[in-house]
Nanobody, 124 residues
Framework: QVQLVESGGGLVQAGDSLRLSCAAS????????MGWFRQAPGKEREFVAA????????RYADSVKGRFTISRDNLKNTMYLQMNSLASEDTAVYYC?????????????????WGQGTQVTVSS
């Protein structure tokens, strides 16, 4: 089992930056890929970014490309999401997820473990 805990969410203004963290514990060595998803009120949970555990390759949703950066520190078992130039449409609960099978998937069902989520609210 892998346990994931997100932190770093909050209320910011449009144009501000925020960094989310995802601390992993348990059988972290079994994960091959990790990702960030988000869910706005009344909408489906959507892919934001993914990163491979071994070599740090990344993948982004078009909506965040150039503004968000995903990274990981395997020694700390922590993944990050640096979010710059935030806009109101980025308001959502952000979830981190871990996959035992897929390295850079943008599909929710490719991920085996999920955190509880952290709220990000961007005021315009």
């Amino acid at each position: 089992q892998v346990q994931l805990v997100e932190s770093g969410g909050g209320l910011v203004q449009a144009g501000d930056s925020l960094r989310l963290s995802c601390a992993a514990s348990g059988r972290t060595f079994s994960s091959v890929g990790m990702g960030w998803f988000r869910q706005a009120p009344g909408k489906e949970r959507e892919f934001v970014a993914a990163i491979t555990r071994a070599d740090g390759n990344t993948r982004y949703a078009d909506s965040v490309k150039g503004r968000f950066t995903i990274s990981r520190d395997n020694l700390k078992n922590t993944m990050y999401l640096q979010m710059n130039s935030l806009a109101s449409e980025d308001t959502a609960v952000y979830y981190c997820a871990s996959s035992l099978r897929y390295r850079l998937s943008d599909l929710k069902n490719a991920y085996d473990y999920w955190g509880q989520g952290t709220q990000v609210t961007v005021s315009s």
